[in-house]
């Protein structure tokens, strides 16, 4: 019987390692990374309580820079962009707190988020991912608070703001984000030459006209905010500024009814038929005219078409 | 793909956790353009530093078609300005304002150029690592790849998927506790912070359901031998677990403040065995009960176009990444500078 051939792969003995036991001596390079990972490095092996980043480091002497002196090298984990900052994210319990508005206190997102300074879309998505949480719960599946406790160890939080009463809002060190923040958008992107006389008053709205795009008073995510602080200047009483804000409130909640009731009446005419993975929109189509012709080749498997989806609804 | 990711002898940054590139960012130098050469050069050059980092594991085609030369940004605007001006009063005086540009102060430049990779952070595999789903880039293709991730609930096996602003992904929670735990290597570290835990609280370990569990996955003398040391320890001291308030205000003299927080991290990160989520089970790819891996502090960050739950392991794609003044949202370790010069060799023929 021939010996058996040594076999083409090798069993590895470590799943994803990296690391050899040969040359480990203080002169190799491993030997220098040993050194350091035990020496000036083991700062960074276990959280601290605070972000630790190399760059809040000396990287000469290794000793800790002086926080009040340069405070953005505490917050900036690549030591050469200066441009990219680690910055805070929310706790558990403002997470809780804004689900806790929006759900129990009714009110609207956009509400919740000129309170407690959050981006609208981030509302939207903490209460989504919180009813994702609670349907979890409710399935019987485990959470693992202990990773969001551990990650809160080495990430800077923000919780919740300890004087946020309903609207007035001021422009406290807790903010967790701006929320007046305008998206550029494309067609801002060019340059115009707009020649007009001296004695015109050239404002936002023209300029927005000129561009093809709303004033930047009306883009912006919360223009109700700006229209309180006109009100404001214009020395319109509280009650006055209360109650007008109540209408507007009340216009925007009759706008967005109509719009879902809307959106039910476009979902109730279509037919949806859930099967596993696909979602099947059935739709009233006359044949012949559109849909799949027996008989005429489908192009899905010619070169060049791409098979990822572009989105998943 | 290459076979081997980190090394030692070129100091080069990759986009994991590992303590390899830990070790190469302590020393990496300053990336730098090298001026004497030709601009091709120069482009080349950067273009190769950059890719180090970003998708090393797809090839040029992969990247060049997803390249947009059109970077997202965003202005703060400021409610009292909006209210009390109508924009005239930019064009007044010889058409530049009254104050020209100091009237709005010290204006930050906006870094565009450090935008270059977001499409790039919309990849589906890249999202996962950004939330802290996944130890490195490749680990996180890997759980794509694999049917552990699933986009809006249905499963997406496409690590080139690009998230669309408001989609919800989420990974399978095992694997990412496997990712950001520690590993199981050996009975030791399987056992967890529950031995080292075990001389300061035996009492209430070996009473508790825990210590029970414990006892059936460890061999018989390791038993035996903590036992001894928990009942030595009892012996010793009267009050074997203090409450935190009290040690805290046994050793508050003479600590400086971060010697404080460093305290109480260690105490967090003990009592994250006492969560009755996080239990021991031998069954687990990772060391239970669960504590965070080494070496993941340096790398913990989430950026702001994301919108993370750790207690399911969901995460919502707010938006695209904007750059805006003094701040760039798509994480990159490289400098404006390299970054325009790997732009500027992405941005020919188009």
Known sequence: MPARPPPMTTIAKRAFGTSTPLQKGPHSARGAMSAWLSGPGAVFKQPTGEPQYISSYDRSTWERKDKDRNPDAFVQPYPFNRYFKSQPVLTDAFRNEIYARVKYRNLSIRQVSAALSVSIERVAAVVRLKQVEKEHVARGGRLSTFLTKALDQMLPVIDVPSSTDGKGRSGGGGAFEDIQELPIHSLAGRQVFVPTSESREFTRADAGKEFGLPAADVMVPHPDLVTLAKERFENVPLEERIVRQGERDRLEKRRREAENQRANERKRQKKVIEVGRWKWCLTEAETGKVGFRYGFPLPDRKKGHVKIPTHVS | ?350
Not at chain 2, 29 to 38: D, H, N, V, Y
Not at chain 2, 49 to 58: D, I, N, S
Not at chain 2, 100 to 108: A, C, I, S
Request: aromatic share 8%; glycine share 6%; proline share 7%.
């Open chain 2, 1 to 350: 793909m290459r076979r081997k990711l980190y090394v030692l002898r070129k100091s080069k940054l990759r986009q994991s956790w590992s303590k390899y590139v830990l070790y190469n960012m302590s020393r990496a130098p300053q990336p730098r353009i090298p001026s004497q050469k030709t601009f091709f050069q120069q482009k080349w050059a950067a273009k190769a530093e950059v890719r180090h980092y970003h998708g090393e594991h797809l090839t040029n085609r992969q990247w060049q078609n997803i390249f947009r030369h059109t970077m997202k940004a965003s202005v703060p605007m400021q409610n009292v300005r909006l209210a009390l001006h109508n924009g005239s009063e930019m064009a007044m005086g010889r058409g530049s304002g009254l104050q020209g540009d100091e009237g709005y102060g010290r204006v930050k430049t906006v870094p565009y150029m450090s935008q270059l990779f977001w499409p790039m952070e919309r990849r589906l595999d890249m999202a996962v690592h950004r939330a802290m789903f996944a130890s490195s880039a490749r680990q996180a293709r890997q759980f794509v790849v694999h049917g552990f991730v699933k986009v809006n609930g249905k499963k997406m096996v496409h690590p080139g998927y690009m998230l669309n602003p408001g989609d919800m992904f989420s990974v399978d929670q095992d694997q990412v506790l496997f990712a950001t735990g520690q590993p199981k290597r050996d009975l030791k570290n399987a056992e967890g912070v529950a031995a080292e835990t075990d001389a300061t609280e035996g009492e209430e370990k070996t009473e508790g359901e825990g210590g029970k569990v414990k006892a059936e996955a460890k061999e018989g003398e390791a038993v035996g031998d903590t036992e001894a040391k928990s009942v030595e320890k009892e012996t010793e001291e009267p009050s074997p677990s203090p409450s935190p308030s009290e040690s805290k205000q046994a050793s508050t003299e003479g600590e400086t403040e971060e010697e404080i927080r460093r305290r109480e991290a260690k105490e967090k990160l003990k009592a994250l065995s006492q969560d009755p989520n996080n239990v021991l089970d031998l069954t687990k790819p990772y060391a239970t009960p669960w504590r965070p891996r080494n070496y993941l502090a340096p790398f913990a960050f989430i950026p702001r176009y994301l919108e993370v739950n750790h207690n399911t392991c969901h995460a919502v794609y707010l938006r695209h990444p904007v750059a805006k003044p003094g701040l760039a949202e798509a994480p990159s370790p490289y400098p404006e500078e390299v970054l325009q010069m790997a732009f500027a060799w992405y941005l020919r023929r188009r």
